[in-house]
């Protein structure tokens, strides 16, 4: 098993270059005949043996929005529509930003035995985790439309920027998951400690309390402005309720974009050759 590790090492490096990480992603987004189908594959094996199948995967954009929010309806002064509208964006983004980082940390571990057969192309496991991903943040789609049309305040501008904004997440879900895998193949407890913090980042994100609640200047709303997902959160959901967003919003954005999938691809292209070693 050692040889073909280091045959597999040295192959995963043999064409090593600053292009490296673009290259894999391109053949990977030419070819999603693997990952693509290995996503949805990865879900219906979930459910396959409950009789109301993928019906559970809305069971959680259910329960957030009208279980979780109904009940704490009485914690806020926004009406019960408002508030719902709120909680529905906002977890959809998250879900599409959690859902990766999660499910990053183990795509290497979890997909070992492709990668000892030798698709050392690690892209095609990002790729699937991204894909994952998105299928279930698709779940939030009925119910956040439920939402959106309870709500009165929709914007149509906002709703045509939704999927440019959703777009820059999932590329910065794209620099995330190059990181967060790298660190679960190194080290295996990684993944614990990121199921540890997503509960704290979902409690630290305004998704079932307002922003306005942390006023700038606060060492509570400094706090939550330290957040990354807080700007990812309101980049989406801000412009489709009609409210303004912060420039720092705008400005986190395309900062951590850029520099963002720099990092990764340094990342890729420097350890991506010691995968099949680490897992």
């Known amino acids: 098993m050692t040889i073909d590790k280091d045959v597999m090492i040295t192959k995963a490096g043999a064409d090593d270059g ?164 790298m660190a679960g193949a190194r080290y295996p407890d990684f993944s614990e400690l990121l199921g540890t913090i997503s509960m704290l980042m979902f409690l630290l994100t305004p998704i079932v309390w307002y922003p306005e609640s942390m006023p700038q200047g606060s060492l509570r709303g400094t706090l939550m402005r330290f957040n990354p997902f807080y700007h990812y959160v309101e980049v989406f959901r801000a412009p489709i309720m009609g409210n303004p967003v912060e420039p720092a919003s705008w400005w986190f954005l395309g900062i951590s974009t850029v520099v963002g999938l720099a990092v990764a691809s340094f990342v890729y292209r420097r350890y991506a050759r010691f995968v099949p070693l680490w897992i």
């Open 18 to 181: 600053p292009g490296m990480f673009w290259r894999d992603l391109w053949m990977s987004v030419k070819n999603p005949e693997f990952w693509a189908l290995s996503a949805w594959l990865d879900i219906l094996v979930r459910t396959r043996r409950s009789k109301l199948g993928v019906i559970w995967l809305l069971m959680p954009s259910v329960i957030y929005v009208f279980v979780l929010g109904g009940f704490l309806r009485g914690t806020h002064a926004h009406r019960l529509n408002d508030f719902l509208a709120h909680i529905a964006l906002g977890s959809m983004a998250f879900r599409s930003l959690i859902s990766v980082v999660m499910g990053s940390a183990n795509v290497f571990n979890g997909n070992s035995s492709f990668i000892f057969d030798g698709r050392v192309r690690l892209t095609d496991y990002l790729m699937k985790a991204l894909g994952r991903a998105f299928f279930d943040s698709m779940m939030y789609v009925p119910v956040v439309a439920i939402a959106l049309a309870m709500y009165p305040g929709t914007n149509l501008s906002g709703l045509l920027l939704a999927p440019l904004t959703m777009a820059l997440i999932y590329l910065n879900a794209l620099w995330l998951s190059v990181l967060f895998s």
